[in-house]
């Protein structure tokens, strides 16, 4: 049985979490299950860093 998970630990993403990014024209932003969404960017690579990011908040 894994060890539970302690809620700020930043290596897991919270439940219920799942990132994506999704194409606006020639922008990029990243997207979230909960509702949350990244600004829109021109990099791809930016937009999952975003999604990185939130994963860890």
């Given at each position: ?8 630990d ?48």
């Amino acid at each position: 049985m894994p060890a539970p998970r302690h809620p700020a630990d930043p290596a897991q993403p919270a439940p219920g979490h799942i990132t994506s990014t999704a194409e606006r024209g020639s922008f990029c932003l990243a997207v979230c299950s909960c509702g949350w969404s990244g600004p829109a960017r021109r990099s791809r690579d930016l937009a999952r860093r975003d999604a990185t990011r939130h994963n860890a908040e």
